[in-house]
Structures are given as C-alpha cells and as structure tokens.
C-alpha cells in the first residue's frame, strides 16, 4: 500500500498561483511510475490534468491546462509538485495525485492508477 499526500491547495483569485505538492509516505521511494494529477469539480466526473514519468521525467498535460500548469518532481524529496499559474475560476475543484502504471500511453487514464491521495482542495475565486 502506498500513501500518497497532496499539499498546497486553497483560495486565490483568478490569475494567480498555486503549487500543490505530492509526496510518498516516509520509506516508499518513487520509481518507474507514473504520477498523475487529476481533479474533480462539484457535479462533474473526476478529469485528467497532468502526469508525469518518474524516470525519465515525460510529461502530458489535459488541453484546458497546457501552458499554464507544470509538472515536475524531486527525486531528493521524493516529491512531485503541480504549478498552477493563471489560474481560472474553472481550475475550482478538488485536486488529487495518483501513482500508478509505468506504461506511458495510459498516463491519462485513472484507470490504471492504483493508490490516490486524499486530494486537496483548490477555489479559484473571480
């Protein structure tokens, strides 16, 4: 069982940022996985937005977030974070990290995620 910890959610006005963090718990170290971000809206089915490959750092990004989102990790901290720049009142939804499959062609299906965190809640007001 692997738990995963997201961090850094919370209320900014449109156009600003956010980092939201993703960490292992303490003994597990991330490797040859991948890490995806996904979010949930009020009333909507849980969506992709980013993910990214432990080792050798590929990443995807949902239409709605290229440009404006960065994924990245930190292989000392065993960390992957999510930046969120320019951020619209739409991006309002619980934010939540996954580790799962190593195959890259389905980074983006939560399908082939197994272990999630708890989320986090990102508001993004107008």
């Known amino acids: 069982q692997v738990q995963l910890a997201e961090s850094g959610g919370g209320l900014v006005q449109a156009g600003g940022s956010l980092r939201l963090s993703c960490a292992a718990a303490?003994?597990?170290?991330?490797?040859?996985?991948?890490i995806g971000w996904f979010r949930q809206a009020p009333g909507k089915e849980r969506e992709f937005v980013a993910a990214i490959n432990w080792n050798f750092g590929r990443t995807r990004y949902a239409d709605s977030v290229k440009g404006r989102f960065t994924v990245s990790k930190d292989n000392a901290k065993n960390t992957v974070y999510l930046q969120m720049n320019s951020l619209k009142t739409e991006d309002t939804a619980v934010y939540y990290c996954?580790?799962?499959?190593?195959?890259?062609?389905?980074?983006?299906?939560?399908?082939?995620?197994?272990?999630w965190g708890q989320g986090t809640q990102v508001t993004v007001s107008s």
């Open positions: 303490s003994g597990y170290t991330f490797s040859n996985i991948n």
């Open positions: 996954a580790s799962g499959s190593r195959y890259w062609s389905s980074a983006s299906d939560e399908r082939v995620y197994d272990y």
